[in-house]
């Protein structure tokens, strides 16, 4: 009764819909999607998009399901009856932290699945505090950042992993040299959330918001002070979309570190405007967020003061998990010392570019790849249509 009680509150707490969708060729199943970003890659074949029951339950498949409901693989019965109604010839899926999306392949005969890699990975707080190994996962082609997290992911899902880095960074990049010259602009990613409640790390403990966030008031003053000193615009990217109830808390978090006139705000106007930020000039300065590696993977002089790992006692969240690299590297830091990373600032400023290319270059290859436009996705995809 207790298993069903909890079953029954995620429903009613659920978006109810009823929508009867049509046979295709593709599905997206996971986090909703822009539909004109996936459309080219797959012939502008139409897609049908199966949302996770954290964001709507369609009573249409609720019903047809119903008498799984007290049965412990109930909610794989719903999703599985979504797909057997829409036969699709593809099932992709953004969602490369959605368990249920591993069992797809073994399930159905006839069609193909393609994972996405959508974001750095970890083991606290993410897939690989939650997964375990299980010979029924399987993805018949996973787009992964880099060989390093491939190997990872190959620990629990079989099926070939291919290095394309990250899907959007590919999809909206066009290459730009950065001269060390006449740089005057810092940028600061932020990837701030309001609050952390109910979040737990691998060994079951409560995330403490203060603790997680200290780690941007040290960054933020230090850069307040770097900045000072030597000349330069401080800019701090901020990770709410404008339109947001969440933007003037963000503004107020980085207020309560330093006065505003002491930096300017770099407003994300929507969803992928983030990527627009990588064609000004500038280093860019993260802590533990996705953009960060994908500035990096741009070729953006990106300096990396992973240090939450470090305070938090992750060693997961150090720079370029899951490859191990060592504490400090000539544009990352994984401990608490101001003077290293101004060291690491400086070295940024002042490289000359070919010299900054090929030091990226041999540091990040296994982490985070590159493929233009996607190019591997579109022969893999073109072969399966």
């Known amino acids: 009764m207790v298993v069903f009680l909890k079953k029954l509150k995620k429903i009613l ?10 046979k295709c060729k593709i599905v997206h199943l996971g986090i909703d999607i822009d539909k004109n970003i996936f459309n080219p890659y797959f012939n502008n074949e139409p897609i049908e998009v199966i949302p996770t029951l954290s964001e709507s339950i369609n009573l249409f498949f609720l019903i047809k399901t119903i008498l799984f409901i007290l049965k412990k693989n109930y909610i794989n019965n719903y999703y599985s009856s979504y797909i057997k109604f829409i036969n699709p010839k593809v099932v992709f899926s953004t969602s490369d932290n959605f368990i249920y ?3 797809i392949s073994k ?25 375990e190994p299980n010979n029924s996962y399987y993805v018949d082609y996973s787009f992964v950042f880099g060989e390093s ?14 290095s394309i880095g990250s899907f959007l960074n590919n999809h909206f990049y066009s290459f730009q040299k950065t001269s060390n010259k006449n740089l005057e ?15 737990f790390d691998k060994n079951g403990n409560s995330v403490e918001y203060d603790s997680y966030f200290s780690t941007y008031f040290l960054v933020i003053q230090f850069l307040i002070k770097w900045c000072t000193n030597n000349n330069k615009r401080l800019n701090i990217c901020l990770s709410s979309l404008e339109d ?24 994300r106007k929507d969803r992928y405007s983030s990527y627009k930020l990588f064609n000004r000039e500038g280093v860019f300065v993260f802590i533990d967020t996705t953009l960060g590696l994908e500035a990096l993977a741009r070729g953006k002089r990106t300096a990396a003061l992973s240090i939450l790992g470090y305070i938090m006692n992750w060693n997961d969240w150090k720079f370029g998990w899951p490859e191990k690299l060592p504490d400090y590297g000539p544009f990352w ?10 060291k690491i600032l400086k070295f940024l400023f002042e490289v000359n570019e070919r010299d900054w290319t090929e030091i990226r270059k041999k540091h990040i290859s296994t982490i985070i790849d590159y493929d233009y436009k996607n190019k591997k996705l579109k022969k893999i995809i073109k072969n399966i249509l």
């Open 244 to 267: 947001s109830n969440q933007r003037d808390l963000e503004i107020d978090f980085y207020k309560n570190i330093s006065n505003i006139t002491n930096y300017s705000l770099v407003q």
């Open 149 to 162: 997290i491939g190997k990872k992911f190959s620990q629990y899902i079989k099926g070939p992993k291919i």
């Open 185 to 199: 602009d810092v940028f600061f990613i932020s990837s701030w959330r309001s609050n952390l409640n109910g979040l």
């Open 13 to 22: 707490t659920s978006k109810l819909i009823f929508y009867i969708p049509k």
């Open 333 to 342: 830091c994984n401990r608490i010392d101001i003077e290293y990373y101004s």
């Open 101 to 103: 999306f591993y069992t």
């Open 107 to 131: 399930n159905f005969d006839n069609l193909k699945t393609i994972l996405i890699q959508n974001g750095r990975r970890s083991e606290n707080l993410d897939i690989f505090s939650k997964i």
